[in-house]
């Protein structure tokens, strides 16, 4: 049968998660199943998919949580399948990113129809030109989000994979502040301790290679006392 797409299942009852992953399989999908949210999160990091279902309660990092840290990488797909009815879960989990929302117990033909809903959106979203995926904004900024690479004024900019993972997780999400934890443990996933300065001085480094002066910021403003946002403006 003809590989329909990779879809990553992060549940934590083994039986659901058989009974999904067999049936998934048998309609041509490739499955990939985490037990843990932490795991769940790992196996993004490590491998592509094209659609992630996600149980809110799982242990060592809950559904929200996985959900929020994905969506802040990827516009993938990204389905709740969970056993919580209520509206406040529901509007909690597509504010912070879902796609959509599945309540146990469900039929498996309807979990089906809803993912070949969502892969082809997202399958068109993926043939747009590629000039399409790259972003140009004022002062001589181009991001290629496909390709993970950045432009000043047509030349690449040489950046560090921490500094290059610290741009680009601020230009996907405009606007909106990141405290220096949230960055440092979002980026190199450790727990932040008091006294830890690494955020900052990698901040230093990617605002000296953009030129972006912090006084004048033209593309990482600083806000004083919570973190930093990214404010470039998008050439239209």
């Not at 993972?165 to 220096?180: E, M, R, Y």
Request: proline share 3%.
């Amino acid at each position: 049968m003809k590989n329909r797409g990779s879809i990553l299942l992060v549940e934590d009852d083994k039986e659901i998660a058989r009974i999904v992953c067999d049936h998934l399989r048998k309609v041509g999908y490739h499955i990939t199943w985490a037990s843990t949210g932490k795991e769940g999160w790992e196996d993004f990091k490590q491998d592509s998919y094209d659609l992630i279902l996600v149980d809110l309660m799982l242990p060592e990092m809950d559904g929200f949580t996985l959900c929020k840290t994905i969506r802040l990488e990827s516009d993938i797909p990204l389905l709740i399948v969970s056993a919580r009815h209520e509206d406040e879960s529901k509007i909690r989990g597509l504010e912070l990113g879902a796609d959509d929302y599945l309540t146990k117990p469900f039929s498996l033909e309807e979990l089906s129809a809803r993912i070949s809903s969502h892969l082809r959106r997202y399958h068109r979203y993926l043939n747009r030109p590629e000039e399409e995926k790259s972003t140009k904004y004022e002062h001589g900024l181009r991001i290629d989000f496909s390709k993970q690479i950045c432009y000043l004024n047509d030349e690449p900019l040489l950046l560090t994979s921490k500094e290059l993972d610290l741009l680009l997780l601020l230009a996907k999400n405009p606007f909106q502040t990141f405290s220096k934890s949230e960055l440092y443990e979002h980026i190199w996933q450790q727990e932040d301790v008091d006294g830890n300065n690494t955020v900052t001085v990698h901040i230093k480094s990617v605002r000296t290679k953009l030129n972006d002066g912090s006084r004048s910021a033209k593309f990482i403003q600083t806000v004083w006392g919570v973190g930093y946002r990214f404010i470039g403006e998008v050439l239209i």
